[in-house]
């Protein structure tokens, strides 16, 4: 079993920044691919980003690309998403994700598909005010 514990989060005003971190239990955190996805009221969740076991490889979606950074620690079972330049539609539940068997090659369609993910936190609530 794997928990994951989203912080960070709050309001911000549009062009502000916010850092989102997500603490993991267990002791083989750097085997897990780790993303980040966002659901706003009334919508479908989203990917927002990923990063592989090593921190080598990241991935993005289009709406965040150049604005957003995904980052981890493996010594502190951490992963981090460092959100820049934030906009009124960032406003979401951000939420982090554990894949337990990630592939050893670079794959967006694995690591932006939620299905592919083991475990979930609980979210944290980010608003962006216009």
């Known amino acids: 079993q794997v928990q994951l514990v989203e912080s960070g989060g709050g309001l911000v005003q549009a062009g502000g920044s916010l850092r989102l971190s997500c603490a993991a239990s267990?002791?083989?955190?750097?085997?897990?691919?780790m993303g980040w996805f966002r659901q706003a009221p009334g919508k479908e969740r989203e990917f927002v980003a990923a990063?592989?076991?090593?921190?080598?490889?990241?991935y993005y979606a289009d709406s965040v690309k150049g604005r957003f950074t995904i980052s981890r620690d493996n010594a502190k079972n951490t992963v981090y998403l460092q959100m820049m330049s934030l906009k009124p539609e960032d406003t979401a539940v951000y939420y982090c994700?554990?894949?337990?068997?990630?592939?050893?090659?670079?794959?967006?369609?694995?690591?932006?598909?939620?299905?592919?993910?083991?475990?979930w936190g609980q979210g944290t609530q980010v608003t962006v005010s216009s």
């Open positions: 990063i592989n076991r090593s921190g080598g490889n990241t």
């Open positions: 267990g002791h083989t955190f750097s085997t897990y691919g």
């Open positions: 994700a554990a894949a337990l068997r990630p592939p050893n090659y670079r794959s967006y369609s694995y690591y932006s598909g939620g299905s592919e993910y083991d475990y």
